[in-house]
């Protein structure tokens, strides 16, 4: 099983800020990388798949890098509705699909 | 608009059963995979099951494998998590959610429904 390590836990930073998220895989992935955000009540959104692909909708905002290992998901500059648990899914040791255990964003 | 309604969850006891329901509607749903995504209350995400548009490829979470059976019918645009021997450690909220890409699974997550409570405890 595919092990996805996000990092921080938990941060919290001001509108206007520019964030970068990680996500480490236990092995190598290609860009089979996705990210979600999740505001309290509601169902995760699809930001980013294959590492770097906006999901319709999502504002250019939200930018998505990396490929093997390693992986990062950036907000240039932090809107108030931003606040949320991101979270960072693999796909490439299907059937078995892992997400990272969440990083959670404050904005203050 | 693409919608998926969850419906069937609430409280179990242990060793019980329970089927959820995801009915969709707004798109094709015949030529798109639909999988069974969970969090426990407080906790991440964990992926359950999936389905092929066609229905030909299932598969599941180790966690679940032999107790949970996901199904769809494709004349009523519904998919089916059958919970059998239920488990504390199966209380969470239930998504369905529906693949990226029509044709190819590719088990992205693009729609989600709203989420359905279970709950086994005695």
């Known amino acids: 099983e595919v092990v996805l390590t996000q990092s921080p836990a938990t941060l919290s930073l001001s509108p206007g800020e520019r964030v970068t998220l990680s996500c480490r895989a236990s092995q190598s992935i290609n860009r089979y990388l996705a990210w979600y955000q999740q505001k309290p009540g509601q169902a995760p959104r699809l930001l980013i798949y294959d590492a770097s692909n906006r999901a319709t909708g999502v504002p250019d905002r939200f930018s998505g890098s990396g490929s093997g290992t390693d992986f990062s998901l950036t907000i240039s500059s932090l809107e108030p509705e931003d606040s949320a648990v991101y979270y960072c899914q693999q796909r490439s040791s299907w059937p078995a699909i892992t997400f990272g255990q969440g990083t959670r964003l404050e904005i203050k | 608009e693409v919608r998926l309604v969850e419906s069937g969850g609430g409280l179990v006891q242990p060793g019980g059963s329970l089927r959820l329901s995801c009915g969709a509607s707004g798109f094709p749903f015949n030529s798109y995979g639909v999988s069974w995504v969970r969090q426990a209350p407080g906790k991440g995400l964990e992926w359950v099951a999936s389905i092929s548009g066609g229905g030909g490829t299932i598969n599941y979470a180790d966690s679940v494998q032999g107790r949970l059976t996901i199904s769809r019918d494709n004349s009523k645009n519904t998919v089916y998590l059958q919970m059998n021997s239920l488990r504390a450690d199966d209380t969470a909220v239930y998504y369905c959610?529906?693949?990226?890409?029509?044709?190819?699974?590719?088990?992205?997550?693009?729609?989600w429904g709203q989420g359905t409570l279970v709950t086994v405890s005695s």
């Open positions: 959610a529906k693949d990226l890409y029509s044709g190819s699974n590719v088990w992205y997550f693009e729609k």
